[in-house]
């Protein structure tokens, strides 16, 4: 049950830009993103919800294809900042109380000068 | 305060002590998880407290055992563990949800810092 993210690893230059993948064999309800930095706690970045909400309060974009059972994480003009490890998590709850995250492998990004 | 407290940040413990680690948030969030995350892995997900009740059990043994004494303390009781039960143990929490109905209020979970484990 757990989501394929894709790809494992990148390295970026300032102001480029990335995708991070992330594939479900389950129907999604809705997609949490978050970014760990080494040593650190993650940190929620956004929500996606059926329909092709977004939630978040980062300058960041996501999409969300239900069809496909797919969203995508978008970051432009990367920034030293961004680096870290990317995990997606569908929500396998009904979304009501509380959620049930299963994460995905994780996308280590790495930003250089 | 937007922060998830967690206590101690490094803990070693041997195979047959008893332990406790505690979560602690002020920002009147509802629901309140502990997730287990092994280096370079993501986390897992172990229980989850809705309204100070347990809601979510993900299989995990019994030599772990969660307490919601209210709604702003999380606690992980741990007793007789293994070596492989060495991990960052992470406490998050999350405003409750309401129905799908009402679904398009939603807020993503905030973690502390984790308690580093190490079994000897």
């Known amino acids: 049950q757990q989501p394929v993210q894709s790809p494992q690893a990148v390295i970026l230059r300032e102001g480029e830009d990335a995708v991070i993948n992330c594939s479900s064999s389950?129907?999604?309800?809705?997609v949490h993103w978050y970014r760990q930095k080494h040593g650190e706690a993650p940190v929620f970045l956004m929500i996606?919800?059926?329909?092709?909400e977004q939630k978040g309060h980062e300058k960041i974009s996501a999409s969300f294809n239900e069809k496909k059972q797919q969203s995508s994480l978008y970051l432009t003009a990367s920034q030293l900042s961004y680096s870290g490890t990317y995990f997606c998590?569908?929500?396998?709850?009904?979304?009501?109380?509380?959620?049930?995250?299963?994460f995905g492998k994780g996308t280590k990004l790495s930003v250089i000068p | 305060d937007t922060e998830v407290t967690q206590t101690p940040k490094h803990l070693v413990m041997g195979m047959t002590n008893k332990k406790s680690l505690k979560c602690e948030q002020h920002?009147?969030?509802?629901?309140m998880y502990w997730y287990k995350q092994k280096a370079k892995k993501p986390p897992e997900l172990m229980f989850v407290?809705?309204?100070?009740?347990?809601?979510i059990n993900e299989s995990v043994p019994s030599r772990f055992s969660p307490e919601c004494p209210n709604s702003s303390l999380l606690n992980l009781h741990l007793h007789a563990l293994q070596p492989e039960d060495s991990a960052l143990y992470l406490c998050?929490?999350?405003?409750?949800?309401?129905?799908?109905?009402?679904?398009?209020?939603?807020?993503?979970?905030?973690f502390g810092p984790g308690t580093r484990l190490t079994v000897l």
């Open positions: 998050a929490s999350s405003q409750e949800l309401p129905g799908l109905a009402f679904s398009r209020v939603v807020v993503g979970q905030y």
């Open positions: 389950k129907a999604l309800y809705s």
């Open positions: 996606l919800l059926k329909g092709g």
């Open positions: 998590g569908p929500n396998r709850g009904s979304g009501a109380g509380s959620y049930q995250l299963t």
């Open positions: 920002m009147g969030h509802r629901a």
């Open positions: 407290y809705s309204y100070e009740k347990l809601s």
